[in-house]
């Protein structure tokens, strides 16, 4: 400054180098007193605006009016220079720290996101594994219950089949054409026949005549049975084991390797689904 600001005995401020918003309050408060001026809020801001506004009715010896308009800009400049800009700086400063902090905590749960994401990717691949190990052993388990419930039946291809056929007629059917034709029929105990097709069809003549499945006694009976067979010779009747649908697929697989041998004039058979070439088995799953 070039001169005292404020000249507090002689109510006197130099015009030339004061500006509003360089007064203190004190010599604010004292001005308002000096013109008598009561500010509508307490405060620096409220006296400097009551002072401005008064300053803006010229008086003699005091102001002028380019004085007031001198003191306004330079108010303003003083207002967004010392008062807004701090303050929006310390806004902008205080919001990009938070964001920065946001930033930090997202990339922070990004990552760990990411390592659960992988880690659940590591416990889906071993529980994948544990199921397809279990539901194999279920299924393993379930065909050897097909196969212990199966053992004792032979299944028979070939019976003719009369429209609204009967389950007394179908026993009686068996007992005749196959059972006395084989020479079995007081050697073995017949506890059920069936056919093996869907329900609702039994009253149905078909093209493809299908299979009947007669459940005896034993193994043993089955094994008479089958021994006999020899006996069908001529007959379009056939015979075999009732498999199940493993041991049929199991079949299929190895039959070309059946005819090759036999056609070979290799010792063949078959027990159950197991080929036997020369009395060793070579399709069997748990040879």
């Given at each position: 400054m070039n001169a005292t600001i404020f000249d507090a005995k002689a109510w006197e401020w130099n015009k030339d180098s004061l500006t509003i918003m360089e007064m203190q309050a004190a010599e604010l408060q004292a001005l308002c007193t000096r013109y008598n001026l009561k500010p509508i809020k307490t405060g620096k801001a409220a006296a400097?605006?009551?002072i401005v506004n008064h300053l803006?009715?010229?008086?003699?010896?005091?102001?002028?009016?380019?004085?007031?308009?001198?003191?306004?800009?330079?108010?303003?400049?003083?207002?967004?220079?010392?008062i807004l800009a701090p303050t929006m700086e310390a806004k902008i400063g205080t919001v990009t720290s938070q964001l920065e902090t946001l930033q930090s905590k997202v990339d922070a749960m990004s990552k760990s996101f990411d390592t659960m994401q992988?880690?659940?990717?590591?416990?889906?691949?071993?529980?994948?594994?544990?199921v397809d190990?279990?539901?194999?052993k279920v299924d393993q388990a379930t065909d050897a219950d097909l196969v212990k419930a199966r053992e004792a039946n032979i299944r028979v291809t070939g019976?003719?089949?009369?429209?609204?056929?009967?389950?007394?007629?179908?026993?009686?059917?068996?007992?005749?054409e196959l059972l006395d034709r084989l020479k079995v029929a007081d050697r073995v105990q017949v506890q059920k026949v069936q056919r093996q097709m869907p329900s609702g069809r039994l009253d149905k003549v078909t093209d493809k005549t299908p299979a009947v499945i007669i459940m005896l006694a034993s193994v043993h009976d089955k094994l008479t049975v089958l021994r006999a067979r020899k006996g069908l010779q001529g007959s379009q009747l056939g015979l075999d084991e009732d498999l199940t649908?493993?041991?049929?697929?199991?079949?299929?697989?190895?039959?070309?390797?059946?005819?090759?041998?036999?056609?070979?004039?290799?010792?063949?058979?078959?027990?159950?689904?197991?080929?036997?070439?020369?009395?060793?088995?070579?399709?069997?799953?748990?040879?």
């Open positions: 400097a605006a009551a803006m009715v010229p008086r003699a010896n005091v102001v002028t009016k380019q004085d007031v308009h001198n003191a306004i800009e330079v108010t303003m400049e003083q207002v967004a220079k010392n992988d880690r659940g990717e590591k416990w889906k691949e071993v529980v994948g594994r544990k190990k279990v539901a194999n019976l003719t089949m009369s429209k609204g056929e009967t389950p007394k007629q179908l026993m009686e059917l068996v007992q005749t649908p493993a041991q049929q697929a199991q079949k299929r697989a190895a039959w070309a390797t059946f005819k090759e041998a036999k056609e070979a004039g290799e010792r063949v058979y078959w027990r159950g689904a197991d080929l036997y070439i020369n009395h060793k088995v070579i399709n069997s799953p748990t040879a």
